[in-house]
């Protein structure tokens, strides 16, 4: 077994295609970095191979759609391919979904130091030092399966550092029955371990977030091996902006504490968490109804107002998108019991809750007070036939505000009222 240790990147998913999303009233100061970002991020993992003079990359698939993306796409990856050729560093790339090495222009010549997997079949790859091989490489770009299969990656037993690289869904167990060293592996967007002890198994996850369901950190792995094969493999993020849901509840809001000074803690807590990235917030904010006098989505826009005013601006900023109250889990029992017009409307409410919406029909309402042609009419009786539980909850919210007198502004830019706890 050779003694000598290498070391290497694991990156992938760049998703240079992709823009930014879930964002509302983007400002113009931002506008300009958020479009940068993706490319930002990744060009910091070639850097970072530079950098830390790595043995090789390897990019385990979903870099770029090269048509999507256009002439700009293929132009950015061959200039960082080029610079790690420079350096005498090899790429091993697994295409995926939207980077298939047939979807790549024949007239774009790749660099002599990139080996790009086929999707026919599984090929192998010995990186050497000074002749003497090292690593082994087994790798093959997606041919459209969702699925790894781990057996087409048995490799003859050797003493070198055997490493396997994928896109597609993996299962643990299926991977821990093959003679592989690290699992390469790409696809999921957000970087974790399949299996945190040898034989490693990582997912590098995209390197830049691009919304709240890629939320948190985003990077790529740096592994480095010893003589004995021991791997120490460590996290580096690269995002330039991070996705961020904050929630207060009942409890957060209780004994009268001002909802802007919650918010402002929460901020400078992720500031300090964070360090200097962009923050994109979603807030989710349940509340005491019964005592609460910012309810409705003219004072919650106000509130929207002042954080992004407050916070919105500057080297770090904090942007915050909306702010989603949440519908109660249930409403105060004084209220559903009182001879009013609010309380036959909660009893209503509940009542339908409780069939599944099944038994609306809002056929005579669309029919009365919607303008319009009877082709739209009746495009809205059909969709009204799918009242799902959530639309409920969010009707109720909006109705139980309206009837205790607050101020409702249905076209408030917040745009969201009566959220759900998913």
């Known amino acids: 077994m050779s003694k000598e240790s290498i070391r290497f990147l694991h990156a992938g998913d760049f998703h240079l295609e992709r823009a930014m999303q879930d964002l509302t009233d983007l400002p113009e100061h931002l506008k300009a970095s958020l ?3 993706p490319w930002k991020a990744a060009e910091a993992v ?5 950098v830390e003079n790595v043995d090789f990359v390897l990019l385990s698939g979903d870099l770029l759609n090269p048509i999507s993306s256009g002439a700009v796409g293929p132009a950015f990856l061959i ?4 610079r790690l050729e420079q350096r005498k560093i090899p790429v091993y790339w697994a295409g995926g979904g939207v980077d298939d090495p047939e979807r790549w222009p024949d007239a774009v010549a790749l660099p002599s130091n990139v080996h790009y997997f086929s999707k026919k079949q599984i090929e192998s790859v010995v990186f050497r030092r000074n002749g003497f091989p090292l690593a082994t490489i087994v790798g093959r770009s997606n041919d459209g399966r969702e699925s790894i299969r781990a057996a087409e990656f048995q490799t003859e037993a050797n003493d070198t550092y055997v490493i396997a690289i994928a896109h597609g869904i993996a299962d643990r167990d299926s991977l821990l029955s093959e003679r592989i060293d690290y699992w390469a592996l790409g696809r999921e967007h957000h970087r974790h371990a399949l299996h945190g002890e040898a034989p490693h198994m990582r997912v590098c996850g995209t390197t830049q977030g691009r919304s709240f369901d890629e939320d948190g950190a985003h990077g790529f792995w740096t592994v480095e091996v010893d003589g004995d094969h021991d791997a120490n493999i460590t996290a580096t993020d690269c995002d330039t902006f991070r996705y961020v849901t904050q929630t207060l509840d009942v409890e957060d809001l209780a004994m009268g504490r001002d909802i802007r000074e919650l918010m402002s803690k929460r901020i400078a807590r992720l500031q300090s968490e964070h360090g200097t990235r962009h923050l994109i917030i979603r807030w989710r904010v349940e509340l005491d109804l019964e005592n609460s006098a910012m309810v409705g989505p003219a004072a919650i826009d106000e509130i929207l107002g002042w954080l992004r005013r407050e916070y919105g601006h500057g080297a770090c900023s904090v942007w915050s998108t909306e702010i989603d109250v949440l519908s109660p889990q249930s409403y105060p029992a004084k209220w559903q019991e009182e001879d009013t017009i609010l309380g036959d409307f909660l009893r209503t409410s509940l009542d339908n809750k409780k ?8 056929k005579p309402l669309i029919e009365s007070e919607t303008p319009g042609t009877t082709v739209w009419q ?5 969709e009204s036939s799918l009242v799902t539980s959530v639309a409920l909850d969010r009707a109720t919210l909006l109705g139980v505000d309206m009837l205790r007198g607050h101020k409702v502004d249905l076209l408030a830019p917040t745009r969201r009222f009566g959220g759900t706890r998913g």
């Open 35 to 37: 479009v940068d970002a």
């Open 46 to 50: 070639f850097e970072a191979a530079i």
């Open 79 to 82: 200039e960082q391919f080029e």
């Open 355 to 362: 069939s599944s919406g099944t038994q609306l029909n809002l």
């Open 378 to 382: 009746n495009v809205l009786i059909d």
